[in-house]
């Protein structure tokens, strides 16, 4: 082999340790963290899109740029599912992949969940070795040494990452395994899986503290990365929400640097984060700058059915969902002067001892009738009644429940109701009847109705819709009432 060819072939294994050890990470991360974590693929608890570019080391050429585009969503049955797409040039190199994520939340107590997320798919890398043109060097036969051609091709490899995280109120962490496959630059294969699911390993912690009841916010993020055959590097972040229109905060990660991150919001469904990473110095630092651009938006409103466990987009997420306490009203009495009485005249004293008779055998009492379950089947017996026609109104002007509003504390069982505010449609006792009428009402084409327990009745409730607004949700009790089907449906709120 000539000197020439052993360049090239030095160059790009050079070029595949350098693709290692300088990690192409975004710095604001934190604004689509499934991008650390596949766990948190969904995590905003509705549909969401995030757009995210960083263009690495301005001004040389051949620098890394990587682009990334993600969809995400969260299903009422717990389930998280994402697509994402990515693109990553480096110098010769130029990869894309597109992963499909999957994931799940389990609830442990109040405010106590896991999350599990899981990436998989494929990735192509193409080396453009036209840019190796050694023009009349003797030795080559440019374009077409077969050496070369067969770095030209392009390799598809699989490709996909795996996480669990930790939530706890404003506290959330993880462990995630971010290449269950490495990438292989150096291979004339047009396929490769390249199993290394435990070279990369990446640590991480943040924790959101609201500030003046929860008009502001401080979050502070830590985040360790472990490669193997590379010492460890850290990354920590600090974070300031103003009145949840935006941020600003700075950012240090090793080997790279300071940057600073700024950021606003708009409506609660869109952000828009920029950060300029200055330009590190050190023996191994690379002395440019480096840029990066992060687009979150938002689809609808949160599912009061779907948990939602951490939203960058609208930090005033759970602060919204704070405790009502019931008001009670006082209904003030005029007191009344008791009417005079009279001393009761005196008992005569008895001559004789008359003889006890026996009192009469009690009478048995009737039956009570069980209301609770008389109502169970009153509710499930409406799937039928109202089969043909789910969307029948009335002209009824009194409702059984017109101003019907439970206040009830939230407890810890595994399919405990979030806070909120709830428009009931019936409760039951068992979960098997609970389910049956949710089921049931789905299928006439009320895709929002679902089901949960509260500890403190120890009933099952379902429920219609909700909204954070109560105001909002008495509004649309009174547009479901209208239907027959829930002519009584009230409100409850469920509170810490």
Request: no cysteine; proline share 7%; glycine share 8%.
């Amino acid at each position: 082999m000539n000197s020439h060819k052993v360049l090239v072939f030095t160059g790009l294994w050079l070029l595949s340790l350098v693709a290692r050890a300088q990690e192409v990470g975004f710095t604001q991360f934190f604004v689509n963290p499934a991008l650390l974590n596949p766990s948190y693929v969904g995590v905003e608890g509705r549909p969401a899109a995030f757009l995210s570019y960083r263009k690495q080391w301005v001004g040389i050429e051949g620098s890394p740029q990587v682009m990334n585009f993600s969809v995400q969503t969260a299903l009422p049955n717990r389930v998280n599912l994402g697509l994402n797409l990515s693109n990553t040039q480096m110098g010769l190199v130029s990869s894309s992949a597109a992963l499909v994520s999957g994931g799940y939340t389990l609830p442990l107590a109040t405010d106590n969940f896991i999350r599990f997320g899981m990436s998989i798919g494929a990735a192509s890398t193409q080396v453009d070795v036209a840019k190796l043109n050694f023009g009349s060097a003797p030795g080559i036969n440019f374009p077409n040494d077969p050496m070369l051609a067969n770095l030209a091709g392009t390799t598809i490899q699989m490709a996909g990452n795996l996480g669990v995280s930790y939530h706890n109120k404003g506290f959330h962490g993880g462990i995630a395994l971010p290449t269950l496959f490495q990438p292989v630059y150096l291979s004339s294969s047009s396929f490769g899986a390249n199993f290394k699911p435990i070279d990369n390993i990446v640590i991480h912690a943040s924790n959101r503290f609201m500030l003046q009841k929860g008009k502001n916010a401080v979050e502070p993020y830590v985040v360790y990365r472990l490669s193997k055959g590379l010492p460890g590097q850290f990354e920590i972040a600090a974070l300031f929400h103003y009145q949840h229109l935006g941020w600003i905060g700075a950012s240090y990660r090793q080997e790279y640097g300071m940057s600073g991150l700024v950021g606003f919001k708009m409506n609660k469904i869109l952000a828009v984060g920029y950060s300029y990473s200055l330009p590190a110095s050190g023996e191994n630092s690379i002395g440019r700058a480096s840029h990066e651009i992060q687009l979150a938006f938002l689809f609808g409103k949160p599912r009061k059915e779907v948990v939602q466990l951490y939203s960058f987009v609208d930090t005033e997420i759970k602060q919204k969902k704070t405790a009502r306490e019931p008001q009670l009203v006082v209904k003030k009495t005029t007191p009344t002067k008791p009417a005079p009485t009279k001393p009761a005249p005196a008992k005569p004293q008895p001559t004789e001892t008359k003889p006890v008779t026996p009192a009469p055998a009690p009478v048995a009492a009737a039956p009570v009738v069980d209301a609770q379950h008389h109502e169970e089947q009153e509710k499930i017996s409406r799937l039928d009644v109202h089969a043909d026609n789910p969307l029948e109104t009335h002209n009824e002007t009194h409702h059984p429940h017109a101003e019907r509003h439970e206040f009830v504390k939230r407890g810890n069982h595994t399919s405990e109701m979030p806070l909120g505010d709830y428009i009931i449609a019936g409760v039951f006792r068992s979960e098997e009847n609970a389910r049956k009428y949710s089921e049931g009402l789905k299928k006439m084409g009320f895709p929002d109705i679902d089901y949960g327990y509260l500890s403190d009745h120890k009933l099952w409730y379902v429920h219609i819709s909700g909204s954070d607004d109560i105001e909002e949700a008495r509004k649309r009790r009174d547009e479901f009432r209208k239907l027959r089907i829930f002519r009584d449906a009230w409100l409850l709120t469920v509170h810490e």
